[in-house]
């Protein structure tokens, strides 16, 4: 069964919205939870990563925030671009690396 | 710095072949992994390493075997093709546990 449930399966945001993708896991041995952003055709691509005894990071217009007691944690998108239209991947890690189902995100100009 | 390179990009097999996927990674990475990736599905472990010499199964095993000879290369051979296999093959490395994979640009195979 997958070990990271991520959801909304898609999403439509208009240009310069906030888009957030919402992840949980049950492992309480992950220690490292990062994000990948895929293009068509293309490999995915690491975006951003978290580590359980931080609360939130950001880097530019994205940021994650980690609910460490929920087991939650959350892609947050600010000021949405059409080139950030793509597939998004939540991901939990010890020694292996576990995917979410993916989020299909639309940024409508 | 090639990162992680996979062979082939494209490959049609039939029923019942064997192949070989090639990955190879020029960073000096200690893990490596494959996935597969399907339409609604995530990316989903087949086989992974933590070292040369040491490989263990992920989630999706059966029909795939590897092998980890040295630290750069990570070979996934397909022992007898079926059409469940169709699927998009995503080689990734990383230096340790805690750390970001990088990914090949994927083999795209379809079992006829």
């Known amino acids: 069964q997958q070990q990271v449930k991520q959801s909304p399966q898609s999403l439509i945001v208009q240009k310069g919205g906030i888009s957030i993708i919402n992840c949980a896991y049950e492992n309480t041995a992950f220690d490292y939870f990062p994000w990948y952003q895929q293009f068509p055709g293309k490999g995915p691509a690491l975006l951003i990563a978290?580590?359980?005894?931080?609360s939130e990071k950001k880097e530019g217009r994205f940021t994650i925030s980690f609910n460490k007691s929920a087991k939650q944690f959350s892609l947050h998108i600010m000021d949405s671009q059409p080139g950030d239209s793509a597939t998004y991947f939540c991901?939990?890690?010890?020694?292996?690396?576990?995917f979410g189902a993916g989020t299909t995100v639309t940024v409508r100009a | 710095n090639a990162g992680v390179t996979q062979t082939p990009k494209f490959q049609v097999l039939k029923t019942g072949q064997s192949m070989t996927l090639q990955c190879a990674q020029d960073?000096?990475?200690?893990?490596m992994s494959w996935y597969r990736q399907d339409p609604g599905m995530g990316l989903r472990l087949i086989h992974y390493s933590v070292g040369a010499g040491i490989t263990d199964q992920g989630e999706v095993p059966n029909g795939y075997n590897v092998s980890r000879s040295t630290t750069e290369d990570f070979p996934l051979r397909l022992l007898s093709a079926a059409p469940s296999q169709t699927s998009v093959y995503f080689c990734?490395?990383?230096?340790?546990?805690?750390?970001?994979?990088?990914f090949g640009s994927g083999t795209r195979l379809t079992v006829v």
């Open positions: 991901a939990a890690s010890n020694y292996k690396l576990s």
């Open positions: 990734a490395s990383r230096p340790t546990a805690n750390y970001g994979y990088t």
């Open positions: 978290i580590r359980p005894d931080v």
């Open positions: 960073m000096n990475h200690e893990y």
